[in-house]
């Protein structure tokens, strides 16, 4: 199945925001340039299997265009429900052969995926009982959930992105990225006669819109990339993520789809054991790595990059991190 981010939409939408996209025949290559150099990298974000021919491929190709490196995260599942589905060690013998190596993660090497393909009914009673208390709650005090594409509702979900980065102190894509995001995914493919990848579903209270999640749904699987939600504790006490999450997964019942991907696992967090409740297969993909194409300028790319992050550390346990939108 062919991820959101190695479609022609997605390609177009990067070349808008200022990247360079090489299109292979294995799909999509996002180009980055390196601060205060020359040098760029290559995102080699969710694509396939990996193979000889592809590694091969993604080599000269790396050569040919000067990049330090390209980072390969692919969409390729090695685990499902605790049972390995693909030889893991093959791939990775495979990369390594070529020279790469372990890289720093954009993608959590983990997600959640919910089984479409079971009734509502089914669904429901795997869920924790904490969780389909949640949503009974949260419809008992009138929270009403629904699909809402409209301007409207877009800059509501923007307000609330604000809030809920404040919030959490975590980084995230400004509000210009969400716009340019939202004008191609769902403006442009609605304009095209296209199903918009991009969807809007909000959670209103009185009226209000107090949560709004941005999903994604292509070639039958549907994706929830990014949530917002009031900071009033008010509202929040309406538990309306949890039948945002309810309605979401019965939206992508309506769509068509056959999986939910719920983009990203990290034990320990908050958002984790949210996602947890609603009885989720865990996955597990290949990893990442790192394909060195130059390797003076990887190895000092990887101290840079680790001194960032040192930085970036020290400045939140000090309190001097300003988490903006």
Sequence with gaps: MTHPLQTPAWADFRRKWGNE??????????????????????????????????????????????????????????????????????????????????GKTLFTPTTFWIDLTESEEDLLKSFHPKTRYNIRYAERKGVEVAQDNSETAFEKYLSLMKETVVRQKFFAHNEKYHRLMWEVLNKQQTINNKQPIARLLTAKSKGEIIAAWALFAYDGVLYYPYGASSSNPNHYRLMPSALLMWEAIKLGKRLGCHTFDLWGREPGKGFTKFKEGYNPQVIEFLGTWDLVINKKIYQLYRVAEKLRWLMLRLQAELGLTKYRF
Excluded: Q, W
């Design 21 to 102: 996209v090489v299109e292979t025949p294995y799909g999509y290559i996002t180009l980055h340039r390196l601060p205060f150099t020359s040098r760029k990298i290559g995102m080699f974000l969710k694509g396939e299997m990996p193979t000889k021919e592809m590694v091969e491929y993604l080599t000269t190709e790396g050569r040919r265009l000067g990049l330090a490196f390209i980072k390969i995260e692919t969409n390729y599942v090695v685990k499902k429900g605790g049972m390995a589905c693909a030889d893991k060690e093959k791939a990775v013998t495979l990369l390594k052969k070529y020279g790469a190596v372990p």
